[in-house]
């Protein structure tokens, strides 16, 4: 889901997760970052996936610079591999259906690699 930057993440979290129910049976955890805490998320969470259950992943106190934190660089490397597609270098469009489309071919590109691929 696409929805506009001044959205934020905890109110376009409950969003995208609204859109979800019933598409993915199987899916029984999700894994959020901080910006995900809180009471209105979980809400919305709980409404729209009752099943499902989260794990806000944190970064470590004793962390000292940079580290690589749990979980969250499947997300990092995903925007990465998308990144490398040149429609999406950039934000060009100027609907929010069209970036929504050319993301999902993005995506539909990389899979059809990775399905490809020779063993």
Partial sequence: MVHPADIQDRDGGGLVLSTLFGLYPFLSKLFADG??????????QKKALPFVT????KRSDQAEGFEVIPRRWVVERTLAWLGRCRRLAKDFENLTRNALAFIRLASIRLMLRKLCLPN
Avoid: D, M, R, S
């Fill in 35 to 44: 910006g995900y805490q809180g009471p209105k998320f979980k809400a919305a």
């Fill in 54 to 57: 989260t794990e806000i992943v």
